[in-house]
């Protein structure tokens, strides 16, 4: 702990931070009598805001937003041993690291209700404000969506300063920069975009930058919400952009050349760009060795088209063609299906929207709930399906793979995006059979091929073809052979290190 001298003295080596506007532009008043009222106008005369008054001194503060035992002792503590309260007094005795000067009303209210403390000198054109934030976050824990066995087990929280904090542990360089913007015309949100310079594409950080002060909402939220406004096309089904709650995830996109985004209040971190493949990849498959990479990244690719086509190919075989359907699997399916009164397309349907409703059930229900909810009822309601004749036995097998399959994939959202295409295909594969199949899957194609992530093409290192990246793709193979960076987010150095040096 500092004494009482020893902090003076390091406080007058930097007393405060003088703010970009001069004396000259001041709109503060100077009776603070009548700055006062101004303040409590502007707030409504709002509950929560609190004066105090000290001779010539108004001190003003939000008293939800403040840390009421810093500013007892660390502020009024110090001021009431000052004789003469003058601007250089008050600076030299408050025990704070920064003060911050501010000459204009709209700053300093913004400042107040985040959590400072202003004081306001009678006579004066000037408002000192100390940041003394009520410490309310919760303490960091692991990843709830994006869990992994091997690696890192610590997930990003509610703080846009703890969040930026863990990211400055794992890259410690004074070129990777962080430049704040806020966002709603009510919320007034902080948004931070970090990227390393010498490796983010300058064009990319120019262009992400203008979306970003483009934006003119009242408020943001979450992070998730600024994810559908900076995306290329957001009227697509498909995600552009990654929303990731690991740290590691984000530090080793932005040593990709890549651009991280986070935003106050929100557990979630935007990575950008992002092409369709890597959001089936995982941080944890650069931590195990590469054929056990590789055979996990092959096996989401194949769960999710799984996910997607199993069903529908069951549904135009037994609705269209029966001739695909092996002569030992005939006998059994018929007789699995002699009871069911519904056509395959109907029974079909129906379970998948009680495995939906299961799904959306269990993950809304209390944690020890919803896992119950999600056994036993997936085990009663489809026994009594069974039994009731509604569906068929290789019918619940096949939905049940579909979703297990669905889970697989790293990202949410992009797991999300799996259960919705199901049921168009669904549908087409009902009343065209393959034909329909075929159909959707080249509408999707289509569509995949038209999309961009920060103008580059989505479906990336694929089309357009860039050999080299195909080395960390759908497979990964050793980390020699893997030395440069994915050229979607056109890094200015391709090369991570010298593959003559690593073995």
């Given at each position: 702990?500092?004494r009482k001298?020893?902090?003076?003295?390091?406080?007058?080596?930097?007393?405060?931070?003088?703010?970009?506007?001069?004396?000259?532009?001041?709109?503060?008043?100077?009776?603070?009598?009548?700055?006062?009222?101004?303040?409590?106008q502007?707030?409504?005369?709002?509950?929560?805001?609190?004066?105090?008054?000290?001779?010539?001194?108004?001190?003003?503060?939000?008293d939800?937003?403040?840390?009421?035992?810093?500013?007892?002792?660390?502020i009024?503590?110090?001021?009431?041993?000052?004789?003469?309260?003058?601007e250089?007094?008050?600076?030299?005795?408050?025990?704070?690291?920064?003060?911050?000067?501010?000459?204009?009303?709209?700053?300093?209210?913004?400042?107040?209700?985040?959590?400072?403390?202003?004081?306001?000198?009678?006579?004066?054109?000037?408002?000192?404000?100390?940041?003394?934030?009520?410490?309310?976050?919760?303490?960091?824990?692991?990843?709830?969506?994006?869990?992994?066995?091997?690696?890192?087990?610590i997930?990003?929280?509610?703080?846009?300063?703890?969040?930026?904090?863990?990211?400055?542990?794992?890259?410690?360089?004074?070129?990777?920069?962080?430049e704040?913007?806020?966002?709603?015309?009510?919320?007034?949100?902080?948004?931070?975009?970090?990227?390393?310079?010498?490796?983010?594409?300058?064009?990319?950080?120019?262009?992400?930058?203008?979306?970003?002060?483009?934006?003119?909402?009242?408020?943001?939220?979450?992070?998730?919400v600024?994810?559908?406004?900076?995306?290329?096309?957001?009227?697509?089904?498909?995600?552009?952009?990654?929303?990731?709650?690991?740290?590691?995830?984000?530090?080793?996109?932005?040593?990709?050349?890549?651009?991280a985004?986070?935003?106050?209040?929100?557990?979630?971190?935007?990575?950008?760009?992002?092409?369709?493949?890597?959001?089936?990849?995982?941080?944890?498959?650069?931590n195990?060795?590469?054929?056990?990479?590789?055979?996990?990244?092959?096996?989401?690719?194949?769960?999710?088209?799984?996910?997607?086509?199993?069903?529908?190919?069951?549904?135009?075989?037994?609705?269209?063609?029966?001739?695909?359907?092996?002569?030992a699997?005939?006998?059994?399916?018929?007789?699995?299906?002699?009871?069911?009164?519904?056509?395959p397309?109907?029974?079909?349907?129906?379970l998948?929207f009680?495995?939906?409703?299961?799904?959306?059930?269990?993950?809304?229900?209390?944690?020890?709930?919803?896992?119950?909810?999600?056994?036993?009822?997936?085990?009663?309601?489809?026994?009594?399906?069974?039994?009731?004749?509604?569906?068929?036995?290789?019918?619940?097998?096949?939905?049940?793979?579909?979703?297990?399959?669905?889970?697989?994939?790293?990202?949410?959202?992009?797991?999300?995006?799996?259960?919705?295409?199901?049921?168009?295909?669904?549908?087409?594969?009902?009343?065209?059979?393959?034909?329909?199949?075929?159909?959707?899957?080249?509408?999707?194609?289509?569509?995949?091929?038209?999309?961009?992530t920060?103008?580059?093409?989505?479906?990336?290192?694929?089309?357009?073809?860039?050999?080299?990246?195909?080395?960390?793709?759908?497979?990964?193979?050793?980390?020699?052979?893997?030395?440069?960076?994915?050229?979607?987010?056109?890094?200015?150095?391709?090369?991570?290190?010298?593959p003559?040096?690593?073995?």
């Amino acid at each position: 702990m500092f004494r009482k001298r020893e902090i003076k003295k390091l406080l007058q080596e930097k007393p405060f931070v003088e703010s970009q506007e001069t004396n000259t532009s001041s709109d503060i008043p100077l009776d603070s009598v009548e700055f006062l009222k101004i303040i409590q106008q502007k707030l409504h005369y709002s509950a929560d805001f609190k004066t105090i008054k000290i001779s010539n001194l108004t001190i003003i503060y939000i008293d939800t937003q403040v840390n009421i035992k810093e500013l007892n002792q660390n502020i009024i503590g110090h001021l009431k041993n000052v004789q003469v309260y003058t601007e250089k007094n008050v600076i030299t005795e408050i025990a704070v690291s920064e003060i911050q000067k501010s000459y204009s009303m709209k700053n300093g209210m913004l400042s107040i209700l985040k959590g400072s403390v202003g004081i306001h000198i009678d006579q004066t054109s000037t408002l000192l404000l100390i940041n003394i934030p009520t410490d309310n976050n919760r303490s960091l824990s692991k990843p709830e969506n994006e869990s992994q066995v091997v690696g890192p087990q610590i997930g990003f929280n509610e703080s846009l300063a703890t969040n930026i904090s863990l990211i400055r542990r794992y890259i410690t360089t004074t070129d990777l920069h962080n430049e704040r913007f806020v966002i709603g015309a009510r919320t007034n949100t902080e948004v931070s975009l970090l990227y390393i310079d010498g490796l983010a594409s300058q064009a990319m950080v120019t262009r992400f930058k203008e979306k970003i002060k483009s934006i003119d909402v009242d408020g943001l939220l979450d992070s998730a919400v600024l994810n559908q406004l900076i995306s290329d096309n957001a009227l697509s089904i498909f995600p552009q952009m990654l929303l990731t709650e690991r740290p590691d995830r984000i530090c080793d996109g932005l040593l990709n050349g890549k651009l991280a985004i986070l935003v106050e209040g929100s557990t979630m971190a935007i990575l950008c760009p992002l092409s369709f493949i890597e959001f089936f990849e995982s941080r944890e498959d650069y931590n195990v060795r590469w054929p056990i990479a590789s055979f996990i990244r092959l096996l989401r690719i194949i769960a999710m088209l799984l996910s997607v086509f199993f069903t529908a190919l069951y549904v135009a075989a037994l609705s269209f063609h029966y001739e695909v359907i092996p002569q030992a699997l005939l006998v059994p399916l018929g007789e699995s299906r002699s009871r069911v009164p519904f056509p395959p397309l109907f029974e079909a349907l129906l379970l998948e929207f009680i495995i939906e409703l299961l799904r959306e059930a269990g993950a809304r229900l209390p944690t020890k709930v919803g896992q119950t909810m999600g056994i036993v009822g997936g085990i009663v309601i489809g026994t009594a399906a069974v039994q009731a004749g509604f569906t068929s036995n290789i019918l619940i097998i096949i939905v049940a793979l579909s979703a297990l399959a669905s889970f697989t994939t790293p990202s949410y959202t992009m797991g999300s995006l799996i259960r919705i295409i199901r049921f168009p295909l669904l549908f087409l594969a009902g009343f065209w059979g393959f034909y329909g199949i075929m159909f959707g899957f080249c509408i999707i194609l289509i569509h995949l091929l038209r999309l961009s992530t920060l103008e580059s093409p989505y479906l990336a290192p694929f089309y357009p073809p860039r050999f080299a990246d195909w080395l960390d793709s759908i497979v990964r193979l050793p980390i020699k052979f893997t030395f440069r960076r994915p050229q979607l987010a056109r890094p200015q150095n391709r090369n991570k290190y010298n593959p003559d040096k690593v073995k």
